[in-house]
């Protein structure tokens, strides 16, 4: 009820589960795309249960690919079901629990961490000894590195301190909870460490379901459904590494009361409330340490997290701060049929009302950045890296972005999901029925409780005009309160129609063929999520960034706020400041909505034929068709503009970069390009449309007031398009008492501009301009897929004895091959070529060359065991650009001729099956055993290169799907497991 979002009750509590894929009838019509129903299993007026176990364990499975180890899983799986009367022919009842639980050591990790050698000032042994060739045995080059102090620059002779350091005492505090050293794992003293992440997960479902007869015309039921999940985090004294995974303990619980009352045999209804309630609890382990345990100065909004990226070692992680998200929903529904003649009328409506609660510390405790560049360039940074462990011992934190903390995120969403609809089945003839419905859903976007939230007016910020709420906030950022801002910070839009038509034909007239097709315009309501972000800018949760100053030291683990550009802690700050306490700095990113924002609508479009052949056997042709206008993509307002050329003598040229302000830079080298990565903010558009703003009181108001590029300040816009074919082809035998079979292919075509994002805080398409750049295959555009699913059954009667038939009778085999041709992924740059810090750059595709390697893949690592895709047919688009060219590249800001998943991973084969007998007890009682193989002939199905999520557009150099990697075009993982066996026995009664 309502459309939400469960988990689903496990099989044995169920009675029904059917999907409807397209052409939703108006009733159901509240979201676009597929509809799963679940029927819950009801008490009857006979005792009826069971009871069960799945056993799963690594002893007899498969080791995956790329493993060097087995599984070491161990998965228990049981519960049981009972129903039946309570009063004889009135009242029944049912209830189901099951209980899962896992349990399994994951893949060793290594790290790299401060040894012993290291702490007593000797770093010859980690880094080699300069001058030395071949000195460093801890790298695979084998070059030694020359270290220098972090702190005054002085440079190590023979990479040792004269005599010990003295150490950063928080590094030295932290130091302590790092993993021991192996002598035996690390033979040359390098600093490395192994160590598996524990992991075990549990899961409990119970449901219960009431249904009460209250009369021939009246039945009242009443469902209750609790999950609950647990995957917890963990925190070692003696191992703080294991706390980058993160946890999330979730319970899950749904009521409804149902009644359906019958005026007359034609005139029946409906009526339901719900409740949803889901509750999510992530992060780190309760006991786990934050900064302020190492005695560092920083005010701590949560007591247990800390979030270090190191390069040798990382600890904690972005998604593991600690959070708690909280979704309510309430709904009332009422549903009339009316039989009238050779109509079916249904008419109704219904009045859901959400909330959404967040209060995620995000980077409330801090993250710290150590990038080993003060002990490869001293006390100013640089481009030469030394070695991370040392900066981190000496506390200096990177320069480019070393701390940074923000207040708590936080959101309190409210709104209303109505809907009204009628709907009309007439049965022209007996073999011609039509439909025709009409569907009423205005979208109400949501509003926070406590009014957070952003406008951004473009007219305003050129103007230099600032918000009367919050007078310091940064021209054009307008919040509720100022004139003509509402709530929901963009209209609601409330002329939303979805009509939708069918038909269903028979020809012949026999009942064994069947045309039907069906059209329908639909709107989708957006999540809550979507603009989420929304209510998180400034000064609502802002996120500050200290950096290092041209006459600062480096900024000081122990005290990061002590020196730099601030000198002083911002934090703690209220969660909705006054005024006179709200804090705006320089490249804040903010995340707006238009001022009208549309949601996306879809007209979808259906044809099938089928075909009722003899012996039981049916086949079916069906072909799917629909385009969505306004899906919602992430807009970058705010990235760098590439101005082409050089500069000329005495800074003369390149028009357009911001040389006053507090973004300003000096002019360029004569011929030295005007656009390069080191002046991107002062190429950022709002900050070239208004430089050096400011307020009455002189605080900065200007276009540095927002963090450009695109992961920075974004619009929600709703430009984005898609549109899906399919044909599914299916043959069917319906289960007889020997077997059934359903084989079925389908070939699909999915285009779009940017796949589901969710939650839209930055942009993945390429050239935000032109958003035509992008479109191309969707993530899940799977081209073929093949299914064949048999179950057969054994049954001799004939000429066979008792024993003969109790030894061959009542067998159940039951196999399934799953055929899918390979998922579409995107070759990104890895660098910046365009110049204008989106990050989504695409190379270009050397004409001529195939840019499949077409090897076979083994085990072992590198680049001809793993290459899937050539790097001989990728090239920059800046290749044959040189520091030499004249003129500058000409190639820069440019983009590659490589369109948006152009490539597709391996094809995929799994082949799964299970075997089971049944044994009668009794009349009513039977116990069935089974054994169940997935992945039967243990064959490897590869992710493609970029080891990434569908349709993500990786742009970092770590990506292999990005051509700056060092491992570019390899695979390195698996998408299914290797073979897994479970046994289950299950009593029925």
Partial sequence: ??????????????SEFSVESTDLGAQDGGHVGGMVNVVTKSGTDRYHGEAFEFIRNNYIDATNFFSSTPDTLHQNQYGGTFGGPI??????????????????????????VPTAQDLTGNWSATDGTPGISGSNACNSTHAPIQLVDPLTGTKLAGNQYATAPTYNASALALQA?????????????CGFVFYAIPYKVTDNQFVTRVDYTVSPKQNIYGRYFVDGYQFPAYFDKNNILITTQSGNIQRVQTFTLGDAYTFSPKFVNAAHISILRRVNDRGYAPNDINAATLGVDVYQSVPNGL???????????GTNSVAHFNDNTASIDDDVT?????????????????????????????????????????????????????????GTLGSSSPFQQSKQQQNALRGPIPSLYVQDTYHATPGLTLVGGLRYGPNVMPHDYFNRGVVFNQADFVANKTSSVYPNAPAGTLYYGDPGVTRQFTNNSWGQFSPNVGISFDPVGNGKTVLRAGGALMFDNPAFFTSQRN???????TAVTNTQTSSSGPVLLSAPWSQGAITSSPFPQPAVPSPSQALFFAQSQFIVMPQQFKPAYTIQ???????ELSRGWQATIDYIGNTTRHDPVGYPFDPAVFIPGVWGPGGTGCAGIVTTGPAAVKPGAANGNCSTTGNETSRFLLTQENPAGTNSAGKATGGNQYEGSGSGSVIIDDEATSNYHGLIASIQHRMSNTFSLLGNWTWSKCLNIEDAQGDLASTTVENPNNLAMDYGPCGSDYRHIENVVLVAKSGFNNQLNRVEKLVVNDWELAPLIHIQSGQPFTVTAGQDNSLTDVGNDRPNLVPGVNPYAEAKFRKAAGEANREYLNPAAFAQVTATCTSTTTGGCPYLGTYGNI?????????????????????TIHENWSTTFRLEAFNVLNHPDFNPPSGATTGSLAASSGSAAALTSSTFGQVSSTFNQARVFQGSVKLNF
């Fill in 899 to 919: 369109s948006k998943n152009s490539f597709r991973g391996p094809d995929a084969l799994q082949f799964d099956a299970q075997i089971s007998r049944i044994f």
């Fill in 307 to 317: 979030q270090m990226s190191e390069g040798k070692f990382t600890i904690g992680g």
């Fill in 177 to 189: 909870y790092l993993p021991a050293i192996n002598p035996a794992l690390d033979p040359n003293n």
């Fill in 535 to 541: 209510q998180q800018n400034p000064p609502f949760a």
């Fill in 87 to 112: 009063l004889r022919n009135k009242l029944f009842a049912f209830a189901a629990y099951q209980r899962w639980q896992a349990d399994q050591s994951q893949s060793n990790t290594q790290a790299t």
């Fill in 338 to 394: 009316w039989i009238k003649g050779k109509h079916q009328i249904a008419f109704g409506g219904e009045w859901v009302q959400n909330q959404l609660n967040i209060g995620n510390a995000y980077e409330g405790n801090g993250i710290f950045t150590f990038n080993g560049e003060y002990s490869g360039s001293g006390p100013k940074g640089g481009n030469t890296i030394g070695d991370q462990n040392l900066d981190f011992l000496m």
């Fill in 605 to 611: 479009w259906t044809l099938s034929v089928q075909r």
């Fill in 1 to 14: 009820m309502g459309n939400g979002n469960l988990p689903y009750p496990f099989p044995d509590a169920v």
